[in-house]
C-alpha cells in the first residue's frame, strides 16, 4: 500500500467514525441506506495531513451542461469501516434544489468523494471531487414517469430507483411546464414486494435499498463528465 493509499483510507476512516456530515441533532430514521467499498486508489489525488476526504451524495441538476452541476444533499451519515468499506444513510429525500431545473419531478444523485479542504465537512468551491462512482446514478422521481419522459429512455417509478450508465440512451425530453409539488413519502417495508426492480428490503432500518453495492473509483481513473448526457 503506497503512502497516498494509506492517508486516503484513514481519512476516509476518520471521517466515517459515525459522526454526520452535518449537526449531531437526531434526525429520525434513515429513508435510505447505501454501502460500496473503494474499488480502485490510483494516483492524480492530493490529499493533505490535515485534510478529510468525504463520501456524499451529489445531485446533478443539469444533464445537459458539459460542467456537471452538482448540489450536495448534506442530510446524509457516512460511515466508514476498515479497510475500505462505507456506509451512507440519507434522512431526506432531495430537495428542490437538488432536482432538474429543466424537470423537477426529478433527480438524479451520485456517490461522490472529495477532499474537504477547509475542515467545514461541506462541499464549496475550495474543496476537490476527487472519485465516486459515475456508473450507477441514483434516480428519484416525485411520481411515476414513462420511458418518453425520462432522459434515460426508460420508466421511472416514484421514489428512489437505479439507472446504470452510460445508459443506452440518456436525452432530455422536451422542457414541460413541471412544477415541484413536495416529496412523495418513502414507505417502510418488510418484503422485497413492495421495492423496486434491483432493490431489496433493509431488515434494519425497513427502507428500500439497491441490491448492489457502490464501488468509488479514486484517481486517476476518475471521470466526473461521465454524469452528465453532454456529448
Not at 468499506?85 to 423537477?104: G, I, K, Q, W
Not at 413541471?178 to 425497513?206: E, I, L, M, W
Request: proline share 8%; charged share 25%.
Amino acid at each position: 500500500m503506497t503512502r497516498l493509499t494509506a492517508a486516503i483510507l484513514l481519512a476516509l476512516i476518520t471521517a466515517g467514525c459515525g459522526d454526520p456530515l452535518v449537526d449531531a441533532d437526531y434526525r429520525g430514521e434513515p429513508i435510505l441506506r447505501l454501502v460500496g467499498r473503494i474499488a480502485s486508489l490510483r494516483g492524480g489525488t492530493d490529499i493533505g495531513a490535515d485534510e478529510e476526504a468525504l463520501v456524499s451524495m451529489f445531485w446533478n441538476t443539469d444533464l445537459t451542461a458539459t460542467t456537471p452541476a452538482l448540489v450536495e444533499q448534506r442530510s446524509v451519515s457516512t460511515n466508514v469501516e476498515f479497510p475500505n468499506a462505507f456506509e451512507v444513510l440519507v434522512f431526506d429525500p432531495p430537495a428542490e434544489e437538488h432536482l432538474l431545473t429543466s424537470d423537477p419531478r426529478l433527480g438524479v444523485g451520485f456517490l461522490l468523494v472529495y477532499v474537504d479542504r477547509d475542515g467545514d465537512r461541506v462541499y464549496g468551491a475550495a474543496d476537490d471531487i476527487i472519485g465516486g462512482n459515475v456508473t450507477k446514478a441514483l434516480v428519484w422521481a416525485v411520481q411515476d414517469l414513462d420511458a418518453a419522459s425520462s432522459p434515460f429512455g426508460t420508466d421511472i417509478p416514484t421514489g428512489f430507483s437505479l439507472v446504470n450508465l452510460p445508459a443506452a440512451e440518456c436525452s432530455m425530453p422536451p422542457p414541460d411546464d413541471h412544477h415541484f409539488t413536495g416529496d412523495p413519502k418513502v414507505n417502510s417495508c418488510t418484503t422485497d414486494d413492495v421495492c423496486p426492480p434491483d432493490f431489496t428490503c433493509d431488515a434494519t432500518y425497513r427502507v428500500c435499498v439497491p441490491r448492489d453495492g457502490f464501488d468509488l473509483v479514486i484517481g486517476d481513473e476518475f471521470d466526473l463528465d461521465r454524469t452528465t448526457c453532454a456529448p
